[in-house]
């Protein structure tokens, strides 16, 4: 595809974009395909001879699009929200433009000094302490990752490593020895990582990666699912009874079930007991609400004074597309000594000039995208006054939402708190048994009449609410995000 080639078909892409986001609401969110769909539709192997790009294009929309579960829809109310604006989707052409995978500073210097300034407008548009910022004396800021999972494990990393060199240098072996070897060796195999048993399982799969134990803390809804600081000392105090060392806590602020946080003041208080346990905090989705000043007062000043580490997803509800999560660390330099490998290759007069930022040092991989430009791109398209508006409107639709469910408590109870955007609630039960009742006469009868194509047990009024399993008497999340095809976020937001 030569250069006038691509101006025909960008611009042909980004009618069908803006076409596809224009008619979302008309389209059923859920795919009506069957597994395997598309073996029947696509040849087994690649063509031998180039296609013209009108026929691959087409091929999008009459075999993809019939595939996608459409994320972006307005009906769209499962999961968790991971929406798009135009800005970000620019900046990401961009992006895939530079190709840059700037590892280090020296592979294009703005990729790197971009994101180190973008994660600061984050930090501070979120009001978090100032220890998390790049310009901290503490050695602190911020970096983008792919994920909420790839930025919890490279934390879990940099907290074993620092871990082991502090009880090693504890007691007094030497650097480079046999004996120190042998003995973070034998430590290794006690670390314990922990968090309450409503955390992301992503803490679980990181102690898989990393080569370590886990045990999960359990909450109870009388403290509306958070971990407190008695139940965090009592699992603390079996793991060491246990023989066990615990090296690793994932507080949560916004839990994937229910939006629960944990009791970050009442934990805060046991950190000087713990000093080499890395605490880190999980905000994937609730993150962004502590762009409202509401949020800040409640949560930033704990946040300082309880984390190692803080990530959230700005991919989730903070406009920016997926992926773009930010993790904001205390002390880089953890990460550094943890992760840092210099080989011949990757050496240059910059890094060890020690003035300039190696990304690669922050995170699992080599190379990397350049993530800050669409983050750049929305913070400057839509002002923090825009991205305030835009989760302002979630949380009054939420608001709403909760008090239309309120209304109906002949039908529906609420079992957790409504947090944030989210709402969790369920048909009572008695109304469920009644249904599955008057359900089960109704197929009873259809059977009796020789029809065997039963229909669905799920009432309409709950299929319609669009959560992803909804089954009578099941929980039902339903998140009051504003999914915003075709328009600005934070402008339409309703
Ligand atoms: N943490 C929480 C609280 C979540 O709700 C989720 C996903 O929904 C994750 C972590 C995982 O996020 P990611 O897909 O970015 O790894």
Redesign the pocket.
Known sequence: MDQEGFRKAAHAVVEHIIEYNSTLPNRPVLPKIQPGYLRDLIPSNAPEQPEPWPLIQADVESQIIPGLTHWQSPNFMA??PALVTYPSLLGEMYSAAFTAPAFNWLCSPACTELETIVMDWVAKALALPDCFLSTSSGGGGGVIH???????VTTMVAARERYLRVRADAEGLRNGTMERDDRIAFLRGRLVALSSDQ????TQKGALITGTRYRSISTSLSEDLSLTAPRLEEALQQCHADGLEPYYLTL?????STCAVDDFASIATLRSQYPNLWIHI?????GAALILQVYQAQYSQDIGRVSDSF?F?M??WLLVN??A?CLFVQNRNHLTRALSINPSYLQNSFTESGLVTDYRDWQIPLGRRFRALKIWFVMRSYGVEGLRTHVENSLRVGETFTAMVVERRDLFEIIATPRFALTCLRLRPDVAAAARMKQRQVNEKIYMSGDTELPHPRSDRIASLGASDTGEGQMLKVDAQSNLPGHDGAEQAS
């Not at 792919?146 to 919890?152: D, K, N, W």
């Not at 999980?282 to 609730?286: K, S, T």
């Open positions: 999961f968790f792919g994920s909420a999972s790839e930025a919890l955390a992301h399982s992503s949560t602020l916004g839990t994937t999980d905000a994937a989705y609730a990530n997803n991919h989730k997926f992926d999560s």
